[in-house]
């Protein structure tokens, strides 16, 4: 086995090792999604707040309205049954004031009745919401915690192994180097492979004969035919 090659499995162990310490760091709950449930729950508070105050600015509106019907109704009543009117066509039109304030006044005191029911609902939407947010944004500190913590480490992992790489690639052959990397650009990160047997450890598929005896040799610059990564004998089989 060349010197080459020995040095260059070392830089193909050292992208295999970045490439998943690179998924790794690329998978970490950054805490997106909470903050995205977090942002959506704080939205459909402030729309409820708004709908609340619509409902009790409504509701005070229909007390004041109330309290003026109400006492222009008790005026007419006592017009009407007090007896300081006796003219029968005016006691008529008092008569129909009256009925005609008591169907407003009903109206009213339905209308604030369901907006007492709206502010209940409301509350009740808003309470499991705020319950549910003070809920989400303690999981989203632990994360955030979490996630500093093993980036660190990550990004550290992948500096240190970024300089041993490149370390051990300057050793390689510049031309050597340069088909290494046009086969990992297109065979998924794997170019170099260590062969120990009949089948190329990139495919899984039979190498010729004449190739692996070739490998036992030591012959260098050997690829699969099927997947064309580089290959090299594993002297432990020897």
């Not at 005026?75 to 007896?83: I, P, S, V």
């Not at 006691?91 to 109206?107: A, F, G, P, T, Y």
């Not at 004969?209 to 002297?235: I, P, Y």
């Amino acid at each position: 086995m060349s010197g080459d090659l020995n040095t260059l499995y070392k830089v193909q162990q050292s992208d295999t090792e970045l490439a998943r310490l690179r998924q790794a760091l690329g998978g970490l709950d950054t805490g997106a999604e909470l903050e995205c449930e977090i942002s959506q729950l704080e939205s459909e508070l402030a729309a409820l707040r708004d709908q609340l105050r619509a409902c009790e600015k409504e509701s005070l509106d229909c007390e004041l309205e109330l309290k003026t019907l109400d006492e222009k109704r008790g005026r007419f009543r006592t017009q009407l049954y007090g007896g300081s009117v006796r003219n029968p066509r005016e006691l008529s039109d008092l008569h129909k004031e009256v009925e005609m304030l008591d169907r407003e006044i009903r109206k009213l005191e339905d209308r604030m009745l369901e907006l007492m029911e709206q502010m209940e609902s409301q509350r009740s939407a808003m309470g499991t919401r705020e319950a549910r947010a003070t809920e989400l944004k303690a999981q989203l500190e632990g994360v955030r915690t979490k996630y500093q913590v093993t980036s660190e480490r990550l990004r550290g992992e992948i500096a240190e192994l970024e300089a041993k790489r490149q370390e051990d690639a300057a050793q390689v052959g510049l031309h050597l180097l340069k088909r290494y990397e046009q086969i990992r650009a297109r065979a998924g990160n794997l170019a170099l492979v260590k062969v120990s047997g009949g089948n190329c450890p990139g495919c899984r598929i039979a190498l010729p004969s004449e190739t692996v005896k070739g490998l036992q040799a030591h012959r260098s610059g050997l690829t699969c035919e099927n997947c064309g990564r580089l290959l090299f004998w594993d002297e432990v089989e020897e």
